[in-house]
């Protein structure tokens, strides 16, 4: 059974900087895709940056060039460093791992953004 442990949430200003992690278990993790997603009150979840086993990434629109997304393959964790942010980045961030057959899900961090 696989356990993705998001870290990093929490009250920030508008404008401000937060960096969230994603720490999973299992032995493997390298092979995998990761992703970002986020859920705002009354919406539906969406994503926000995925990263490959290769390293190449996606964004929504709504946060390029503000948001990257990394991963340490030693340390089996996915990041999210987000700057620039926005009330309506506003939302509880949950990271993904994508296998062949199935999908896991972290339990979620807050992050709100006060303007």
């Known amino acids: 059974q696989v356990q993705l442990v998001e870290s990093g949430g929490g009250l920030v200003q508008f404008g401000g900087s937060l960096r969230l992690s994603c720490a999973a278990s299992g032995s493997i993790f390298s092979i995998y895709a990761m992703g970002w997603y986020r859920q705002a009150p009354g919406k539906q979840r969406e994503l926000v940056a995925r990263i490959t086993r290769d390293g190449s990434t996606n964004y929504a629109d709504s946060v390029k060039g503000r948001f990257t997304i990394s991963r340490d393959n030693a340390k089996k964790t996915v990041y999210l460093q987000m700057n620039s942010l926005k009330p309506e980045d506003t939302a509880v961030y949950y990271c993904?791992?994508?296998?062949?057959?199935?999908?896991?899900w972290g339990q979620g961090t807050q992050v709100t953004v006060s303007s």
């Open positions: 993904k791992q994508d296998r062949a057959n199935s999908e896991y």
